[in-house]
């Protein structure tokens, strides 16, 4: 059975072997979007989210020798990640959800007008999937869409980011957007 | 661009905006000091690793040594040195480790092999 991702594979290897471009890489590659999957699966909860991101890469800097390139190495970071959920919500199943009951003097406090689980778990379930999609784009799709649409840039300033005229960061930004979005339908139909 | 052409990208600006917004990010001083114990984690596995395999190594290329001044006629001298080791255990010794060399090699290679091929 061959690696089907062999980029992702020689970039593990090369982690693996202590090679600190290959590290950058990883690190600038993965670490945000792994902290956003994480994020969005806690349902925003930001120091649980800290704490599972930087246990899941410490996870995964040991496992990465038995990565064998089946998978896109991003997939595989989240299959980590989400067993590092899972223990998270095992442990707070277990002790913090029943001692907020018990030390709430009023169970109302904890009926607000927000959104029903559902809701959030649906909302959670598509954000994670478009991080997902963005994981699976190229690196320059990826910044640029980024900087442009998650951080704010203006078109000129992903132009001087990417090191590229402005023109043809609008033509990137458009093809990016395309990739985007073919992406995430090869998942679901309707992404809204 | 046509209406629902906009309309869609608006939606999927949105999305991205709202899945790796700000708040969905790590604060930059946050990422880099685990980037920094990350790595340092890293050069501590890969330390570990390497020591048996370097150790070996550098056994092999002692055995090594021994074995090429065995052929010449430096042998004598350094045994003078080497007196008080006597020359039995020590040919003994560079028989018995000869095989460690093939093996740091064979370790060596593979592992290199591994890293370039993946």
Known sequence: MGAEYKGDLRLAARVSHGDADAFDKFYT???????????????????????????????AIQKLPSYQGQSRLFTWLCGIARHKVADYR??????????????????????????????ILDRSALRVRVIEALAELADDYRSALLARYADGC?????????????????????RAKAALRAALTGGTEEFE | MNEQESQSDR????LIRMSCGPE?????????????????????????????????????GLVLLLAAMSLLPLWDKS???????????????????????????IVIILRRKSCLSA
């Open chain 1, 29 to 59: 590659h993965y670490a945000d979007l792994v902290f956003g999957f994480i994020f969005h699966q806690v349902n925003g909860a930001r120091t649980d989210a800290e704490e599972i991101w930087q246990d899941t890469l410490l996870a």
């Open chain 2, 79 to 105: 045994m003078q040195l080497l007196h008080g080791f006597g020359s039995n255990p020590l040919e003994l010794l560079a028989f018995a480790n000869l095989a460690c060399l093939p093996i740091a090699c």
């Open chain 2, 24 to 60: 969905a990010r790590l604060s930059p001083l946050a990422r880099e000091q685990f980037r920094l114990r990350l790595f340092a984690v890293l050069r501590e596995k890969r330390r570990r690793e390497d020591f048996p395999v370097g150790f070996l190594a550098l056994f092999s």
């Open chain 1, 154 to 174: 203006s078109v000129e300033e992903v132009a001087r980011l990417i090191g590229r005229s402005y023109k043809a960061t609008e033509s990137l930004l458009s």
């Open chain 2, 11 to 14: 939606k999927l600006e949105r």
């Open chain 1, 90 to 119: 095992r442990r707070r199943n277990g002790t913090g959800s029943s001692a907020i009951m018990e030390s709430a003097a009023d169970p109302l406090e904890f009926v607000d007008s927000g959104p029903l689980p559902d809701e």
